[in-house]
C-alpha cells in the first residue's frame, strides 16, 4: 500500500513562498498526484494535479500564476511551490494519490485513495 508523507509546511509572512513536498513509499509513476487543501470551517479543496505520466497539470483560479506543481520521480516526490502567499492561503495542505488514466482535472476528490497526513501552511504578519 502506498503512503505519502507530506512536510514543509510552515508559518510565513504574507507575500512569502513555500515549498510542500510529498513523499511516497513506492513509484509514482501510475499515479495522479493531487493537492488539496482545508481551511478551518471549510471543505477540502483542490489546489493543483499532476496527471499520471505527467501528461497534464491543473490549478485552481485562486493559485494559478502562484503555485506550482512539479514531480521528481527520480525520488519519489512530488512538491507544491508556493509564491506570493495570501492570508486566504492559511490552511492544511494535502497530497493524494489515485491510479487512473484520465486527466487529473476530471478526477474527483472522492476517487482518490491514498491520502498524506497534511501539513499546516499558516500566512500571517
Known amino acids: 500500500q502506498l503512503q505519502l508523507v507530506e512536510s514543509g509546511g510552515g508559518l510565513v509572512q504574507p507575500g512569502g513562498s513555500l515549498r510542500l513536498s510529498c513523499g511516497s513509499s513506492?513509484?509514482?509513476?501510475?499515479?495522479?498526484i493531487a493537492w488539496f487543501r482545508q481551511a478551518p470551517g471549510k471543505g477540502r479543496e483542490r489546489v493543483s494535479c499532476?496527471?499520471?505520466?505527467?501528461?497534464?497539470?491543473h490549478y485552481a483560479d485562486s493559485v494559478k500564476g502562484r503555485f506550482t506543481i512539479s514531480k521528481d520521480n527520480a525520488k519519489n516526490t512530488v512538491y507544491l511551490q508556493m509564491n506570493s502567499l495570501e492570508p486566504e492561503d492559511t490552511a492544511v495542505y494535502y497530497c493524494a494519490a489515485v491510479r487512473s488514466i484520465f486527466y487529473c482535472s476530471q478526477i474527483k476528490i472522492n476517487e482518490y485513495t491514498v491520502w498524506g497526513q497534511g501539513t499546516q501552511v499558516t500566512v500571517s504578519s
Open positions: 499532476v496527471s499520471r505520466g505527467d501528461v497534464s497539470t
Open positions: 513506492g513509484n509514482l509513476d501510475s499515479y495522479t
